[in-house]
């Protein structure tokens, strides 16, 4: 079936019509004297025969009875019907976007290209589908992903701004600005659901990207990150300097390898030690760093791989990171390899063995975002055809004893969080010529309930050219834990109101005045500067400062 097709098909079936949403008043009266929501859904399939309702229906339904007085605001019974309430209890709501299709400077063997897309992204993966969908336009992505999150029943008040799609810093500059006002305009918008026209007014009104980016800061939809990916070998002082006016706080980059003779052969077009400088520059400039490897390059095994994976905590330790196994897709030149019988994928056993082994490993300090890409099965031609993986390693570490203790792993998400009973921690580690202190408040059962990553540069640290960074300690993010609730909200227990993101900035001071500095810097997202200037900062060219 084509991709256009079965999203047609989708768009159809979720459509709410007046049947179904008089069925979904019938299912939620049902929830809310106390039937589970999956058995309360089974009990009244669709009359068309087509399945059941969906979470999205019932939660259309809850906001029209709130709105109509039927029934109280409840924020306990809305949670019970949330779609996927994951997506939002790392603490902010992520909208991810695609760029147009670009040429991309590198010649990477194991990446697919499709005339579609950008590069190394494919048509039917979920993202790209709704980026293709819209045409790849940034407000239309933005501004249909805001409102199917709303309908799903998730808060976006506070958005990470995730941007994928080949290198961003091979794009046009006046792309890149134009793409990123666009981002702004759709978080910007006066009312939720919106006409097109007002789109168009905004698009003729002259406004920049500084302007958008003001309005932003008291907008009802945040930037609260903003996230771009690119190559080690386009990072540099004038880059860095251009990622802050356009208000990035965060950079992906795909270091794949840490052996130069395994980049050569899978064509990646830089070395070890591009990363390493390109990480150290980031670093140096407060950036968030999150670093993509790569397991089962042309030219490694499982046991070169273990080793590999090692060399990510000495120099490079980068803040998440994203394992993305290489899968054989018949679209990129590896595939040549592999008919050829040069390249062999790991099978799935393999694979699993080998991230059970090396995850028990990762630092305290680093995040694992992923442990695969969500290729679906039907594009590999050989080796793992699992999405699934982070649930197949779980019960292998189970059975073996070893638990991983990354941030992801111990985040409180959406538990209870008694203030009181909160332990204050600080990591200190060595990252190049930063010494870095990942300070953090955890629970008694070793849940992380929020954290700052602050960094004390070195007198020979690299230099960025900034002022504002001149002989400053550097605050590159503040994450407090627990269900992302709207501005202003309150719900007992969540460790987003429990004052902990003050008292972790207090300790940061604390420990920088300690350590001889009289300054400090915050990258702040566009939507968090009125945070950071309400405890003290000031406004600087591209960061927000203090004395100390």
């Known amino acids: 079936m084509e991709i256009s097709e079965r999203r047609q098909r989708w768009k159809k079936f979720n459509i709410l019509t007046p049947e179904k949403l008089a069925l979904a008043h019938i299912v939620l009266d049902e929830i809310r004297e106390g039937s589970d929501v999956m058995r309360a859904l089974r009990t009244h399939p669709l009359e068309s025969g087509e399945g059941y309702l969906t979470k999205a229906a019932l939660v259309a339904a809850y906001n029209q009875m709130v709105e109509a007085g039927t029934i109280k605001p409840d924020q306990v019974l809305l949670e019970r019907i949330r779609m996927k309430p994951m997506r939002t209890l790392s603490g902010v709501t992520t909208v991810t976007v695609l760029t147009k299709p670009y040429p991309c400077p590198g010649k990477c063997i194991f990446c697919p290209t499709d005339v579609r897309m950008p590069k190394s992204y494919l048509p039917d993966e979920p993202g790209a589908m709704r980026a293709l969908e819209h045409q790849f336009d940034p ?8 409102r199917a999150l ?17 290198t961003w810093s091979s794009y046009r500059r006046d792309y890149q600005e134009w793409f990123i006002k666009r981002c702004f305009d759709a978080m910007n918008e006066p009312e939720r659901g919106a006409l097109r026209d007002h789109a168009d007014k905004l698009e003729t009104a002259g406004v920049d990207i500084a302007q958008a980016q003001a309005v932003n800061e008291t907008t009802s939809h945040r930037n609260v990150g903003l996230v771009i990916e690119t190559r080690p070998d386009e990072i540099n002082p004038d880059e ?11 950079v992906q980059m795909g270091a794949q390898s840490f052996d130069d003779h395994i980049l050569e052969i899978n064509k990646r077009g830089h070395d070890v030690e591009s990363t390493r400088k390109a990480t150290a520059l980031l670093r140096a400039a407060g950036f968030k760093i999150v670093l993509h490897w790569m397991p089962n390059l042309l030219g490694a095994t499982p046991e070169s791989d273990r080793a590999d994976f090692a060399k990510l905590w000495t120099d490079f330790c ?14 990129a030149e590896l595939y040549e390899y592999w008919q050829r019988g040069e390249f062999h994928p790991y099978t799935t056993d393999e694979l699993v063995d080998l991230i059970a082994d090396i995850k028990p490993t990762i630092p305290r300090y680093c995040r694992v975002n992923r442990v ?3 290729i679906p099965g039907n594009n590999v031609v050989e080796g793992n055809t699992r999405t699934s993986l982070r649930q197949d390693i779980q019960a292998i570490m189970k059975t073996r004893g070893t638990h991983c203790q990354c941030v992801r792993c111990r985040e409180v998400r959406g538990k209870t969080v008694e203030a009181e009973s909160l332990r204050l921690d600080d990591l200190t580690y060595q990252a190049g010529t930063a010494e870095e202190h990942f300070i953090s408040f955890v629970t008694p ?5 929020g954290f700052i990553r602050l960094s004390l540069p070195a007198k020979d640290a690299t230099l960025t050219g900034m002022s504002d960074l001149d002989n400053a300690a550097l605050i590159r993010e503040v994450h407090v834990y627990g269900q992302s609730l709207e501005v202003g909200s309150e719900k ?11 008292r972790l900035l207090e300790e940061a001071e604390n420990v920088a005045r300690a ?9 702040s997202a566009i939507g968090t500067r009125h945070y950071y200037l309400d405890r003290g900062f000031e406004r600087g060219e591209y960061y927000l400062v203090k004395k100390i």
């Open 240 to 250: 860095l300097r251009w990622l802050r006016h356009l208000g990035v706080t965060k």
């Open 515 to 523: 350590q001889g500095f009289s300054r400090m810097a915050v990258i």
């Open 139 to 146: 407000y239309e992505q933005v501004h249909a992903r805001i």
């Open 150 to 166: 709303e309908n799903l029943g998730h808060p976006t008040d506070k958005i990470e701004l995730l941007i994928l799609g080949g």
């Open 492 to 502: 007992t227990g969540a460790a987003q109101h429990a004052g902990l993101g003050t």
């Open 372 to 374: 695969i890409r969500d």
């Open 445 to 449: 059962e070793d849940g992380l309930a």
């Open 318 to 331: 980068p803040d998440e990171i994203k394992i993305y196994p290489n899968q054989l897709l018949a679209n």
